[in-house]
């Protein structure tokens, strides 16, 4: 996809993203998004392994490979969504409200993008991870840091929104 289609899309997403905004009678387009993840909450795999656990502390913990984490909101755990030696998974639209919102350890190749990851103390931690693609995610008001990068190699992180509100 080039520079200029890529810019294309998001224009006609901001633009339904608005139109859906009066539909539904919501204050912004961020609680427009919520809305809508809301309704449409899907985790597909193409290959969901035994290894995917659920603990106490961590909302989901995903140690397999290709699979895909959608339209999912992870709050108040203190791991929102851990990858685990995993490898060609995908992560987006999901929204992080945790102590740690995404992260990965010892994965590679997955994709993260369009993630709303908000109020945690790490947005984005990848460790001893290389080849993932950090891309086009919102991440708002995180304590110590918005995407942390430790021991890891050619990771692609552009386009990601960090901010502190």
Do not use: C, P
Not at 9 to 29: F, G, N, Y
Not at 66 to 91: D, F, K
């Amino acid at each position: 996809m080039s520079k200029y289609t890529t810019i294309t899309v998001r224009k006609e997403l901001v633009k339904i993203l608005k139109d859906l905004r009066k539909e539904l009678k919501t204050r912004s387009l961020e609680e427009t998004i919520m809305e809508l993840i809301k309704y449409y909450r899907i985790i597909k795999a193409k290959q969901f392994s035994e290894e995917v656990k659920k603990a106490r502390e961590e909302g989901l913990w995903i140690g397999t490979m290709n699979t895909v984490i959608r339209n999912m909101i992870m709050r108040n755990n203190y791991y929102g969504l851990i990858l685990w030696n995993s490898t060609a998974s995908e992560l987006y639209n999901n929204f992080m409200d945790n102590v740690e919102g995404i992260y990965l350890w010892n994965s590679s190749k997955n994709n993260i993008y369009n993630n709303l990851i908000k109020n945690n103390d790490d947005g984005i931690r990848v460790e001893a991870s290389n080849n993932n693609n950090i891309h086009y995610n919102a991440v708002l008001n995180n304590y110590i840091t918005g995407i942390a990068l430790v021991n890891s190699r050619n990771n692609s992180v552009h386009d990601n929104n960090i901010n502190k509100e």
